[in-house]
Structures are given as structure tokens and as C-alpha cells.
């Protein structure tokens, strides 16, 4: 005869366990929101319980990637401009909260979305994921000279080679009338140029002419992920930090090999003639510039400068690609503004600058006289949509007033989101979803004054490369690309729908 069952297992059959998970876990979310005292904030009913419902939004506004659209920006006047989009987040939606919420004054620590950028596999942190303050004052000053204005200049040949590259590709393509596909082109180009400015040499993208290393398909997908995961955390806890998925450890890609064998050979150089660092012919690159920073930082460990260079390329490539981007598919449709931009960049003196006597790229100096130029440039940044993430920070102890009265007690998640900013219709205008570089240019009829009032309410509330001390160290290395790849391509070719280069004249 089998032994009988004992009882008590008979009672707890699984559907009473099922039941009783549902309804802790309920209690449990229930509590949770409770606890947060946000209830003085709309925002979707879901999103007070849980952030499953941000992970949702995000998750399927991944797969419908056409024209820039979040689920931030589908909340623009839904409910106000603070709204709860989780147990513990806030969405802010007003230019106001900018100064508050990422100022020097109250320098909140970051959030916990931040944690899907930290590395596996590493101890090294990047950047942008530390969490407090003053551990990111030590980490960013020994390296952010080398991102400063006056250390572009050192930059500019490396960009003219790069540049130079990419028109050699273009004539090719013009000598035996083949059209060529832009985007996938300035991807290429534009993952080069971050290379080759960071390590002092390219990945090799332009010369192989396609993914060669799958390093731009991983990167693609890296970010679909962090979108998501940055806004529903726990995914993040449930793959990337689980360990029992470190069983299935990939190896290293063939990027993070490229950087190291540069980064080691660099180093090498750098121990058996030091003085080659500092001085010798060649232009300094930001590794070079990390490398020598070892002598007054000992932070500067071999492994955290090859972390930091890499990051570079993962941090800015994308980004300026798809700003890029954005640029020319405009530029097809508007063959007006190729003709004004032409206008524009010819009538700046090119023989003022010994880069005249040539074809060749245009030096800074002359691609900043181009009033145009610049406001097609802003409009990209503003139109491309990026970066997907919210910018989170932590509430401290003190609890945050918002400038409109709205109170946030201690521990909740206050956040902005780039692309949502960059929408916002009472500044923009109501044409906030258009292409229009001439939002940024003075208008007919329009005072000194008024334009000048506008645009820096335009310019204000733009974070898309973030506010305050935590904000893109890359950003003056991206206007140096932009305006310069610009400055010269459009002044030798038209883009046009098939993307089949055509000289101008
Ligand atoms: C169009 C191109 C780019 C955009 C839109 C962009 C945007 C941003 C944003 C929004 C942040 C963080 C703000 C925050 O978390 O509060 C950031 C941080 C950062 N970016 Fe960029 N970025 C771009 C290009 C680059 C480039 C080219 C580099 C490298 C040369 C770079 C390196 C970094 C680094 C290292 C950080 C972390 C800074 C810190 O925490 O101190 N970015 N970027
Ligand atoms: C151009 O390249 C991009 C990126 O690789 C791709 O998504 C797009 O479909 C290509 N366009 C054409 C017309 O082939
Ligand atoms: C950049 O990454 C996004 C997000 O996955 C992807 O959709 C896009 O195609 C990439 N753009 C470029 C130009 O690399
Ligand atoms: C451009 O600048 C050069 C040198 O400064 C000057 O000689 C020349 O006349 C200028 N050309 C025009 C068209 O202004």
C-alpha cells in the first residue's frame, strides 16, 4: 500500500500557493506605493503599483522605431507637468525643473535606471553610472581636458582623414554612378571617427565598407535592451546580474580585443619612452591625453583607461549617427535647404583659411560662420530623439521642491527624458514634431530681442546632451564633427532620395 500523502502538503496544493504569491505579491506592490507618498501625483493608475507598465511602454515603442516617439513624449499635457510614472518615479516635464533637478545646488545622486549601463563582468564603473557626486568629481577630473574646448584643435586631423576617407568612398560611387546608402555610411564613418580620435586609429569600418565585426548590429541591440531595462530595472536583475546566466558568459567582442591590443601597445610605448607621450609628432589622441593623466592620478589604472577609452566609441558613436541621420534624410526631401546651406558655406571666405587652397575638409573656424548650418545641427540634435533613457536622479534626505510647488518626499526617483523635452510644444511650437531648422533662425518681422528670448527658451530646454555637472563630456567632440563633415561634404555633393552622390558643379 503507498504511504498516504501528509495532510498538510494535501491542503497547500499548488493552486493555494499560486494564490497566496498573487496575493503578497499585491500587498506587497500595494504597500510599496503607499510607502512612496506620490500619491499627490497623477500619472496612469498601473504605473503607481509597478514598473512593469514604463517597461511595456518602452518595450513596445522599441519595435515601432519610425519618426522620434516615446512614451514620454505620447504623455506630453496628458497629466501636467509632474507625473508618476512609477511606485517611486517622477516625470517632469518643465523647463523650470532643469536648474533643481540636475544643478550644482542640490547635486542629487543618480538613480537606480543607471545601473543597466554597468558593466558585467568588470569592476570598472563607467561614468555615466556612478552613482554619487563626489566619486564622479574623482573620476571625471582627471579626463575631462581632454574633452575641453581648447583641446579640439589637437582633433581636427584626425576628423580630416576620416573625412577624407568617406569622400574617397563617395567619388568611387560617383565614378561608376552607383548610389550609396547614407546611413549606413555615416554610421560607419561615425564609428570610425570616435575610434580614431579615442584609440588614434579606426576600427576599420570605412575600408571594410559593412559590419564587419558585428560591433554595430551589438550595439543596436544593447540599446534596445537599456531602453527598456532602464525603465523596468528588474529585467536588468533578472538577466545581466543573474548568476545563473553566467553560465552562458559570451566571450569578448572583437571591439573590446581591438582596444585592448591598442590600449596595451600604447602603454608599452609609453614605459619604454615616456617622453613620447607628451611631446613627438604626433597629434595627441584621448588616449594619449589618459595615459599621461597616470602620473598625477594614480586612479588611472592600465584597466580603467582602456575601459574609458572604449565607452567613448559606445557612448558617442551611436548618438552622432543617428543625429547624423537625421540631417540627411531631411536634406533629401529638401533640396531648398541643400541649395541654402551651399549658398551658405560658399560665401564664407574659404581662402581666409589655408584649407581653402584645397578641397578638403573645413576647418572649425570657418564651419562656426554658418548661422544655418548651426541651427540644421540643433535641429538634428533636437529631432533625433535620443538618448531613450530617462535621466534619473535620487531625491536626498531634504525631499525636492519642484519650481511649480510640487513636493517630492525623500527616496523617490525624479527624472527628465531628453527626447520628450525636446517636444514640448509651448516651446517649440506647435510644429514641435517637424524637421525645421528655421525655428532657430531669426524670423521676419521679429525683434532682436524676441528671437533672442526664444531660442534660448529653445536652447534652455534641450537636455539632450543632459544639465549640470553629469552632463555628455563628448559634446564639444561632437559639434566638431558635425559642423565639420557638414561644412565639407555639402559643399562637393547633393544627397538626393537614391542617395546617389552628385557634384554640385
Ligand atoms: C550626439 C551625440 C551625443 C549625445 C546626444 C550624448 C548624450 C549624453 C547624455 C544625455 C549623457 C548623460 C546625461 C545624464 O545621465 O544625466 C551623456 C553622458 C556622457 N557622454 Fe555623451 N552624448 C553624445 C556623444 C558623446 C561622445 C562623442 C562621447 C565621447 C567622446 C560621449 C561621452 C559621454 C560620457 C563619458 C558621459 C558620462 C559623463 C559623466 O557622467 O560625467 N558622449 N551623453
Ligand atoms: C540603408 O542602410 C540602413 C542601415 O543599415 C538600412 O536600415 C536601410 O534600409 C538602407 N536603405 C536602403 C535604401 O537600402
Ligand atoms: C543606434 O541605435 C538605435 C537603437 O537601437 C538603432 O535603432 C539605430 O539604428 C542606431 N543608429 C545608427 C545610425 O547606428
Ligand atoms: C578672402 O580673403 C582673402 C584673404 O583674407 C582676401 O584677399 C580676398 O579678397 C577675400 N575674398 C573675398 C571674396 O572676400
Known sequence: MALSTPLILQAVSPLYLLAGFLLSTVVYLFVQSKRANLDHIPGPTLAKYSNIWRGYRAWRLNHHTE?????????????????????KHVLVYDPEAIDTIYGFRERLDKGPGYKVFVMTGTDQTALVSIKDEKTHGMYRRPIAHAYSLSSLKGYEPYIDQMIEKLIGELDKHDADGTPINMTRWLQYWAFDVMSKISFGEPIGFLDHGDDFNGMIQAQRENFRYISVANNFPFLDTLTKRNPLLKLFKKKPSMFFTFARRVVSERLAQATKDPESQSQGGRHEDLL???????????????????????????????????????????????????????????SVNMSAMKEAETEGPA?????????YLDAVIQESYR????????????????????????????????????????MLPHVFGQDARVFNPDRWMQQRGESDEAFHERRWRMQRAMIVFGHGSRSCIGKNIVQLELYKIWATLLRIYKVSNYGVPCPVS
Open 288 to 346: 594619449g591625453s589618459f595615459i599621461a593623466a597616470r602620473k598625477s592620478y594614480p586612479l588611472m589604472t592600465d584597466i580603467r583607461i582602456t575601459h574609458i577609452t572604449a565607452t567613448n566609441v559606445l557612448a558617442g558613436a551611436n548618438n552622432s549617427a543617428r543625429a547624423m541621420d537625421a540631417t540627411i534624410h531631411w536634406l533629401t526631401a529638401h533640396p531648398e535647404a541643400q541649395e541654402r546651406l551651399y549658398s551658405e558655406i560658399k
Open 67 to 87: 519618426g522620434v516617439n516615446n512614451y514620454q513624449i505620447q504623455m506630453i499635457g496628458q497629466y501636467g507637468d509632474v507625473v508618476r510614472i512609477g511606485p
Open 363 to 371: 576647418a572649425l573656424e570657418l564651419a562656426l560662420k554658418m548661422p
Open 383 to 422: 529631432q533625433f530623439g535620443a538618448p531613450a533613457n530617462n535621466l534619473e536622479r535620487l531625491v536626498g534626505d531634504a525631499g525636492l521642491t519642484l519650481p511649480n510647488g510640487v513636493h517630492l518626499p525623500p527616496g523617490s526617483v525624479v527624472c527628465m527624458n531628453a527626447a520628450s523635452m525636446s
